[in-house]
């Protein structure tokens, strides 16, 4: 009985607490190319400024305003409205 309690009281000493303290600053983000891009399964995170930032880490043209604006047009949109149709703004709803 005496050993258990000695042996329980080390073990809720031992750590059985939050951390506490500051972690340290978040890993940087990695480069997400397009494919891994397409096969991103939750579509909320898919589209998150975050994420698409990810892809202009992968393939520097991307940086370039005019590829950028090029790149949404002809891959970004076409790929929401196929993931997510009841989202895309200007869609008439309605019987």
């Not at 892809?55 to 409205?81: C, I, Q, S, Y």
Request: hydrophobic share 35%; net charge negative; with cysteine.
């Amino acid at each position: 009985m005496k050993r258990t309690m000695i042996l329980a009281t080390a073990l809720l000493l031992a750590g059985c607490g939050e951390r506490e303290g500051p972690t340290g600053p978040p890993p940087p983000p990695t480069p997400l190319t397009i494919a891994e891009w397409h096969a991103l399964a939750d579509t909320e995170k898919k589209y998150e400024p975050e994420t698409l930032d990810r892809l202009k880490l992968a393939d520097p043209k991307l940086n370039d305003e005019d590829e950028w604006g090029r790149f949404m047009f002809t891959v970004v949109v076409p790929a929401r409205k196929k993931d997510m149709p009841d989202a895309t703004p200007g869609r008439r709803g309605g019987p």
